[in-house]
């Protein structure tokens, strides 16, 4: 099994600013994703976080927007930048080996003002 | 979209009872997954079925794969207060996984 740690849990950012969202694995992981859920609705891929490549990102989201990084095999960031109100919503980040089990963070509560 | 249908969005039963939930996907997979999400936390794997299977158990839960019909079904037998959360099916194809619309099950003690 694996543990992740996501932060931060939660926070309130200004209009056009960037948030960093960081996701930990204890263990080394062969794939990475990056999920937007709004609140009672499924999750949204975003992304497949690439090791030492650029990620793959699903139709309707674009690298300017949602940058991401993952240096290692145990860590990746997800940056929402120049943020909207419409970029309110839960982020989560998820890891395992293959197709296999998922692990999930606990999830970034994002609220923009 | 990849994103798979849940029936019913939402089911209320008493503890006790069985609770099934469905998914329908539309691209070939390689596995299907089930997910419960309790309020405002992760998700947490529940089971794995692959695509050359049609029956798994674990512990309460029984689920089954319909291939042919792109199709699966979650069984939880009897069902306690604690499995109040939404559950979810994901299906892994190529490098992704994408989820399904979920359910919410209440479990009224």
């Known amino acids: 099994s694996a543990v992740i740690s996501q932060k931060p849990s939660r926070d309130i950012c200004q209009r056009g600013t960037s948030l960093t969202i960081q996701c930990q694995v204890d263990?080394?992981?062969?794939?990475m994703f990056w999920y937007r859920q709004q609140p009672g609705q499924s999750l949204t891929l975003i992304a497949t976080?690439?090791?030492?490549?650029?990620?793959?990102?699903e139709s309707g989201f674009v690298i300017d927007k949602f940058p991401i990084s993952r240096p290692n095999l145990t860590f990746s960031t997800l940056t929402v930048s120049n943020m909207s109100p419409e970029d309110s919503s839960i982020y989560l980040c998820?890891?395992?080996?293959?197709?296999?089990?998922?692990?999930f963070g606990a999830g970034t509560r994002l609220s923009v003002l | 979209s990849q994103q798979g249908e849940e029936d019913p969005q939402a089911l209320s039963i008493q503890e006790g009872e069985n609770a099934t939930m469905n998914c329908s996907y539309k691209?070939?997979?390689?596995?299907l997954q089930w997910y419960r999400q309790n309020s405002g936390r992760g998700l947490v794997h529940l089971i794995l079925?692959?695509?050359?299977?049609r029956e798994k158990h674990s512990g309460r839960l029984r689920v089954t794969l319909d291939t042919s019909k792109k199709s699966s079904s979650l069984l939880i037998t009897a069902s306690r207060a604690a499995d109040t959360a939404s559950y979810f099916c994901?299906?892994?194809?190529?490098?992704?996984?994408?989820f399904g619309t979920g359910t919410s099950l209440t479990v009224i003690p």
């Open positions: 998820s890891g395992g080996q293959g197709g296999n089990i998922q692990y």
């Open positions: 263990s080394q992981v062969t794939m």
């Open positions: 976080a690439n090791q030492g490549s650029e990620a793959t990102y």
């Open positions: 691209t070939s997979i390689n596995n």
């Open positions: 079925i692959r695509s050359n299977e």
């Open positions: 994901a299906t892994f194809t190529g490098n992704q996984f994408y």
